[in-house]
């Protein structure tokens, strides 16, 4: 840690004054790259959880939109036919036609 104290002493630069110099424009030049990209109200980090929650949002719309066009087929399969909607009206919820016999079976 004492080697970061004299960085800033120009007295013990001696001959390499230039590469002293530079480095401590260096550390200014980090530090204020540092301050600038985390604590300004836009950082990078916002920038990048903004990309992640965008990613995320269009996996949602593709599921969605997948579930919807699922939907729409099914929709389309009851009201195109009378026999899918008795098959799904007896699977769903219980419906029987007159004459039937029904078994229920309870959940466990």
């Given amino acids: 840690m004492g080697y970061m104290k004299d960085i800033w002493d120009k007295s013990k630069d ?22 600038f990209l985390f604590v300004k109200k836009d950082n990078i980090v916002r920038w990048v959880q903004g990309g992640f929650t965008i990613a995320r949002q269009n996996k949602e ?10 939907l729409d087929q099914k929709i389309e399969a009851l009201t195109s036919n009378r026999d899918s909607l008795e098959k799904f009206a007896r ?7 007159h004459g039937d016999d029904i078994y229920l079976i309870p959940d466990k």
């Fill in 14 to 35: 001696g001959n390499r004054y230039e590469q002293r110099s530079l480095l401590r424009v260096a550390i200014v030049a980090v530090g204020l790259a540092v301050i």
């Fill in 61 to 70: 719309i593709r599921a969605n939109d997948r579930k919807i066009r699922e």
């Fill in 91 to 97: 699977e769903n919820w219980n419906f029987a036609e």
